[in-house]
């Protein structure tokens, strides 16, 4: 198996970020959408200037204007651009920078409810732009050759998406992700081997092995899972990427 890349997400302070490539990072994150780990722009580029140019600098955003990603991500010399909302396959595409489209996968055995009705049937939320008068998704029961279909319809409209990869990440109702809760392993696995992934969801230094031998991703992708009272911890970083080494 190919060597797995490792993004540490949510960095916020230059210490982070250096803890981040000291323990062997190849990817840190920075969060521009509305989040408790959301950073300035400002201080995003003052610490992409310091960091060593073979680390890829990547910009989390959701549902911004095209212009203003593009602008930001200059501004703070991003080499990636991680698009975590309703963005469609033509708005993803035009970048100067390389593209990370998420797709949201729910968690494993959700109410007995199937795992992947649930995920195409997000994923054609998502492209409407649609959900139920509260904000959250509404999930129809869905039986036999219909459930068939929306299974193949979902590795359709992925397709549909070029990007360099897409980013798995457990599907919240009413939120864009990054809650640190777990994804369905199984349904990550068959898409990691139709398209180029990073594993997100739920993982820390204790889980992301199982994790990485299962799905067997390009990537994986952490946050609260190095985090110790809401800020990076540098020895849980060590453990993750060692985990993954």
């Keep these: 198996m190919k060597r797995v890349l490792v993004k540490i997400c949510g960095i916020k302070t230059l210490q982070a970020a250096w803890a981040a490539v000291e323990a062997g990072a190849d990817m840190v994150g920075f969060v521009f959408a509305p989040s408790r780990r959301r950073i300035e722009p400002s201080l995003a580029r003052e610490i992409t200037l310091r960091l060593p ?9 959701v549902n911004e204007e095209k212009e203003t990603v593009q602008a930001l991500a200059d501004l703070c010399h991003l080499d990636v651009i991680q698009l975590h909302g309703q963005e469609s396959p033509e708005y993803c595409q035009g970048f100067k920078q390389k593209v990370f489209k998420a797709w949201h996968i729910p968690p494993p055995g959700r109410q007995g409810i199937s795992a992947e009705r649930d995920c195409a049937r997000a ?14 998704t509404t999930w129809p029961e869905t039986t036999g050759d219909k459930l068939r279909q929306e299974r193949e319809l ?5 397709g549909r998406y070029q990007v360099t990869a897409f980013l798995l990440d457990t599907l919240v109702q009413g939120g864009p992700g990054g809650t640190g809760l777990s994804l369905d392993w199984n349904l990550a696995s068959e898409l990691a081997r139709l398209y180029p992934v990073i594993l997100a969801g739920g993982l820390t230094p204790e889980r992301v092995a199982e994790a990485v031998q299962q799905v067997q991703p390009l990537g994986v992708d952490v946050s609260s899972g ?20």
């Design 123 to 136: 994923c054609n939320l998502a492209e409407r732009g649609k959900g139920s008068a509260d904000g959250k």
């Design 154 to 158: 979902l590795w359709l409209r992925m």
């Design 226 to 245: 190095v985090e110790t009272d809401g800020e990076k911890d540098p020895a849980k970083m060590r453990a993750f990427i060692a985990a993954v080494s």
């Design 53 to 61: 140019k073979e680390v890829w600098k990547v910009g989390v955003f």
